[in-house]
Nanobody, 124 residues
């Protein structure tokens, strides 16, 4: 099993920045792809960004392209999400996810390991 723990959430003003971290533990050798998803109240969980373990293949949701940057430190088994130019519509609980597949998926049902989530609130 893989355990994921997110950190870095909080309250930020519109236009500001925030950096989320997600540390993996347990059977980290089985983790290939790590990603970030978010869920706003009353909404479905949506894809934000994903990164592969090797080769640095990355994909972003259109809504965050140019504002968010995903990165990964394999030595620390940690994935990061740097969020800049934040907007009120970015307010959500942000979840870290991991799977052992080599294809890059954006469908949350493809991910078997999830963190508990961290709240990001962007005030206008």
């Amino acid at each position: 099993q893989v355990q994921l723990v997110e950190s870095g959430g909080g309250l930020v003003q519109a236009g500001g920045s925030r950096r989320l971290s997600c540390a993996a533990s347990g059977r980290t050798s089985s983790v290939y792809t790590m990603g970030w998803f978010r869920q706003a109240p009353g909404e479905e969980r949506e894809f934000v960004a994903v990164i592969s373990k090797i080769g640095g293949r990355i994909r972003y949701a259109d809504s965050v392209k140019g504002r968010f940057t995903i990165s990964r430190d394999n030595g620390k088994n940690t994935v990061y999400l740097q969020m800049n130019s934040l907007k009120p519509e970015d307010t959500a609980v942000y979840y870290c996810a991991a799977n052992s597949d080599t294809p890059i998926y954006t469908d949350p049902t493809r991910f078997g390991s999830w963190g508990q989530g961290t709240q990001v609130t962007v005030s206008s």
